[in-house]
């Protein structure tokens, strides 16, 4: 018998500001994807286009970044004709309903987000109002689709909690308008650190390439990184204090090859750091290389991206303006 009842949502979003690192994929590419594959939910996978622009962007870079980052989403396996993946400026739902989470959120719950301290910190030159409002957007983002579930990394966990917090707030004031969401926060061992200093997340911002891996970086270079990944005196393949550089090594092992912590110790029991360095490799290249292949492939067909995107922000629109419309009514807005 057909289920009627319907699907659950989920909503997620990745700023096109540049390069993909593994750790992007490990972390949240993969989930998307292992998400949508269990047909449970209804997945809106965004590009979030409107957020970048809370830094400087060069116009040119932002244009290509935001296509590769199309073309990667679909090389990683998210499926664009299923449910829909689309640019947050497509579908001017979100500045909208933006504009009026704004109004519904405080100076002081803004001036307490950790991201955007970091960031005013980092871009002390352009602590632009965008910037500080982003969590009201973030917001927007996800009740416009009226989200079940929100996979998000741990740095975007106080902004989903600010997002419920104001969910919570229109719903009481306006009566019943958003679902509040839950996060989804995927399971440990999905934290890729720096290969260079392990105390650090991999970050293609950092300004020593050996220190991350992208999803687009050659063969031969992904597996030099991997060599030159800082290990310890020890020579030994196990978890423990001082060892954070192998652990971090296992864990990637572990999430290319599906192996535990435990299963990958006895493996490498009585071996050194250069076998072990060339397992990793070997399992990282294995993931990389269909990856890029399919990106090459993509990123030359850019009629079938924007078939992608287009039918994405039709399918998104249509959900996120029934929100919009609902909150202006019970806003007070006069009707159009
Ligand atoms: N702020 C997120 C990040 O920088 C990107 C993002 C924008 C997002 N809107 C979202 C993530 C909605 C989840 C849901 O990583």
Redesign the pocket.
């Known amino acids: 018998m057909e289920n009627t009842q319907p699907k659950k949502r989920i909503?997620?979003?990745?700023?096109p500001?540049g390069a993909l690192t593994l750790g992007n994929y490990v972390g949240?590419l993969r989930n998307f994807a292992e998400l949508q594959k269990e047909n449970e939910y209804e997945c809106f996978y965004?590009i979030?286009d409107?957020?970048s622009i809370t830094v400087k962007q060069v116009p040119k870079e932002l244009r290509k970044n935001s296509l590769d980052l199309l073309a990667l989403f679909l090389a990683c396996g998210l499926d664009g004709e299923k449910d829909p993946i689309f640019y947050?400026s497509h579908v001017p739902a979100h500045a909208q309903l933006g504009w009026v989470l704004d109004c519904c959120t405080y100076f002081g719950e803004l001036s307490r987000m950790t991201?955007f301290k970091d960031k005013s910190r980092k871009h002390a030159d352009n602590i632009n109002a965008g910037l500080f409002t982003?969590?009201s957007?973030?917001?927007a983002?996800?009740l416009l689709y009226q989200?079940d579930l929100?996979?998000?990394?741990h740095?975007?966990k106080q902004?989903?909690e600010l997002?419920r917090d104001i969910a919570n707030r229109f719903n009481n004031t306006y009566s019943d308008t958003f679902k509040v969401p839950e996060p989804y926060i995927p399971k440990i061992g999905a934290k890729i650190m720096s290969l260079q200093n392990p105390a650090q997340k991999m970050s293609k911002s950092d300004p020593n390439e050996n220190s991350y891996i992208l999803l687009l970086d050659p063969i031969d270079r992904v597996v030099s990184k991997i060599k030159k990944a800082v290990t310890d005196s020890e020579a030994c393949v196990r978890r423990g204090e001082g060892k954070e550089g192998v652990e971090n090594l296992m864990s990637i092992y572990s999430a290319a090859t599906g192996k535990t912590m435990d299963e990958i110790e006895n493996e490498f029991a009585g071996r050194g750091y250069g076998d072990f360095k060339a397992a990793v490799a070997e399992s990282v290249v294995e993931i990389l290389k269909p990856i890029q292949a399919k990106y090459n492939d993509l990123i030359k067909n850019k009629d079938y991206l924007e078939k992608i995107y287009r039918s994405g922000a039709e399918r998104a629109a249509y959900v996120a303006n029934k929100t919009v419309s609902k909150v202006y009514r019970k806003i007070g807005f006069i009707q159009p």
């Open positions: 909503l997620s979003g990745i700023q500001s949240a965004m979030a409107l957020h947050q991201q982003y969590p957007l973030m917001a983002d996800i989200s929100v996979p998000v990394g740095d975007q902004h989903l997002t």
